[in-house]
């Protein structure tokens, strides 16, 4: 969102200041975090229902992943439409219609299960996910301008941190709701009416998981609501539909917005899959309902490497740190698709720790130097995001033609190797 200083509102404590200090607008980075959480908490959520539906509806890997698919296609249809209205309704009103349109995506979840019924879980997840992407072009740029943009790598990389806390609480608390309500019986054994009262049973628990989320969700709309005029002096360049597509001309931002499309596409993927790897017989050898906690080990490495990268961003070249940490992920691939037992789990769920300062640091370096145009960049950057369709999909194809996790777990490992490339390249400051 392009910020420009109001000198009429220049005594506002809520004002644009032009001194390189960014948005001076106290107690409001509270409330981002609160956006950060509630997005990254719902998001991981996917991580739980893919194996809850895979069984409910006799899924191979590539149709599991459609629940990815729909879910992060709303990054490509939504990502510049939402970059659009934030600028015409402001930060704080763009994030209370992005969570209202999350409330309307929990609340489909009730027909869905009453209609056990595929495809409408998947339209509840679109439309979910739509709302997750205005919240998101709300909170990643206005995080960055609240404060110096001498540390925004930094202040970012805080933010994700709570982003990272929802994606730890929420799959934790969901993998008892949802996966320890399966049944000793499955789906494979039944049919006919059986089988759609069996899916409309065991399906229950999901609604009333995303009721609960539609719950807290109305919550934080509200705080935000009451609180949507903190920002004065607000400013937006106008711009076309296609705005930003311009800035992929730039090397630095064309490389970044590709970095972020294999990075959530290698992260949706492990994560979507993880509990099913660690049920495997050559792994943990466990039920899902049994092991299914465990997925918020992989997202907790995410919460707990963030608050130690805020720190570590301040001292190194960011880029490096993204090379280092890029490479630690494709050794722990290689270590856990080549070993088995507790080792070859833990080494899978530790790329989650590597993965921690990837999206915020690879979004900052990409952004840097784009001033007025950081909402067209914010918004090309979310459209990106829609790799986390496309790669978990190529995935899901690739297990069901090799029979393998562990051999289809390459595919990540080449999108680690391409972050590393970009880390080297923006390893020294953008100079324009």
Request: hydrophobic letters at 55%; one cysteine or more; aromatic letters at 12%.
């Amino acid at each position: 969102m392009a910020l420009a200083p109001d000198v009429a509102a220049s005594t506002d404590p809520a004002a644009v200041v032009e001194d390189g200090e960014g948005i001076k607008a106290p107690g409001l980075n509270y409330f981002v975090f609160g956006l950060f959480f509630i997005f990254g908490g719902i998001t991981s959520l996917n991580d739980v229902i893919i194996p809850k539906l895979k069984e409910l509806f006799t899924l191979n890997y590539t149709q599991a992943m459609l629940v990815q698919f729909c879910f992060f296609a709303a990054y490509l249809v939504i990502g510049i439409p939402g970059a659009k209205l934030v600028k015409k309704l402001g930060y704080m009103r763009g994030a209370v219609a992005g969570l209202l349109t999350m409330m309307v995506g929990c609340l489909m979840f009730i027909p869905a299960s009453q209609n056990a019924t595929y495809w409408v879980f998947l339209l509840a997840l679109f439309v979910l996910a739509s709302g997750v992407v205005i919240v998101q072009v709300v909170a990643n740029p206005l995080i960055s301008l609240l404060g110096p943009q001498s540390t925004a790598h930094s202040r970012l990389t805080f933010a994700q941190a709570f982003n990272s806390l929802g994606t730890w609480v929420f799959p934790l608390i969901g993998s008892v709701v949802i996966l320890g309500s399966l049944a000793n019986i499955t789906a494979d054994q039944l049919s006919g009416a059986e089988l759609t009262a069996y899916r409309q049973a065991e399906s229950e628990a999901i609604w009333q998981g995303y009721l609960g989320v539609a719950a807290l969700i109305a919550l934080v709309a509200l705080a935000v609501w009451l609180f949507r005029n903190r920002l004065q002096g607000e400013k937006h360049e106008a711009s076309s539909g296609f705005a930003g597509l311009d800035l992929l001309k730039r090397s630095r931002f064309g490389f970044g917005a590709l970095c972020i499309f294999l990075y959530v596409g290698a992260e949706v993927s492990i994560g979507s899959i993880i509990i099913n790897y660690l049920a495997e017989d050559r792994v943990l050898g466990q039920p899902e309902s049994v092991i299914g906690w465990m997925i918020s080990l992989y997202w907790g490495g995410a919460m707990v490497g963030r608050f130690i990268g805020s720190y570590f961003l301040r001292l190194f070249s960011p880029g490096k740190i993204l090379a280092f940490n890029a490479t630690g992920s494709i050794l722990l691939i290689l270590i856990s698709a080549n070993s088995s037992g507790t080792l070859a789990a833990y080494s899978l769920l530790a790329v989650g720790l590597m993965n921690s300062i990837m999206f915020p640091t690879i979004f900052s370096l990409a952004c840097e130097k784009l001033g007025s145009r950081a909402a067209d960049g914010s918004g090309i950057i979310n459209v990106a995001i829609f790799g986390g369709a496309v790669v978990p999909l190529l995935f899901g194809v690739l297990a069901d033609t090799t029979g393998s996790l562990p051999l289809a777990l390459t595919l990540p490992a080449i999108c680690y190797a391409i972050i590393a490339s970009f880390g080297i390249f923006a390893r020294k400051p953008a100079t324009a």
